[in-house]
């Protein structure tokens, strides 16, 4: 039995005294990366999306009684952006990284009174998505342009629209579907190359 005390205590001490390789690695602090030619997020063809920004939605959506005072109607809706491509300036905006750290990977809540902006896109636009109150359908806002998820596809609105996919049970009285979305963006003027570059 001594000899066995003897291995386990040799073994600790060897462990704990020995380098250890792992380390911190710190987050990436740029917001807006240079984008990579990879695919397109939209099943499109490249020169449609040439003045266009592209991001990809995550819907979910939870499915509760209705109360009969409740403005939600049995539907909640959350989101998640974590990045947009512009496509006209080949930049990645990563999304993500401004918000706080413990909601990086969180949906956020929508409704008709609360609304998700993500500000300071190049020339100081923003994008607003705020979600109907019982419903199905997204409302999005970028730079005087609205459009909606449901009737806004890509036929009825070709400078601003949303592919919707299907929605998916998830269990547990909630449901997910993924949108491709896209709507249009202004190039960045020589001037503003400064800025392009400062945000790298």
């Not at 809540?109 to 109150?133: E, N, P, Y």
Request: include cysteine; proline fraction near 5%.
């Amino acid at each position: 039995m001594h000899a066995n005390t003897f291995a386990i205590l040799s073994s600790v001490l060897f462990l704990a005294l020995s380098p250890c390789a792992a380390r911190v690695v710190p987050p990436q602090p740029p917001r807006i990366l240079p984008r990579d030619d990879a695919q397109s997020l939209l099943s499109t063809s490249a020169t449609s999306l040439a003045d266009k920004c592209t991001f990809t939605l995550l819907h979910k959506q939870l499915i509760t009684a209705a109360k009969p005072k409740s403005a939600s109607k049995g539907k909640i809706n959350y989101i998640q952006i974590d990045s947009l491509e512009d496509h006209t300036n080949g930049l990645t905006i990563d999304v993500a990284s401004s918000r706080p750290r413990a909601e990086r990977n969180s949906y956020t809540k929508i409704s008709a009174k609360q609304v998700l902006t993500i500000a300071g896109l190049l020339d100081d636009t923003s994008l607003t998505i705020h979600g109907t109150d019982g419903d199905d359908a997204l409302i999005f806002e970028s730079d005087g342009v609205s459009w909606a998820t449901e009737g806004g596809s890509k036929r009825l609105r070709p400078d601003a629209w949303c592919n919707s996919g299907m929605w998916v049970e998830s269990g547990r009285g909630s449901r997910e579907r993924t949108m491709e979305c896209a709507f249009p963006c202004a190039r960045i003027e020589e001037d503003g190359e400064d800025e392009r570059e400062e945000l790298r």
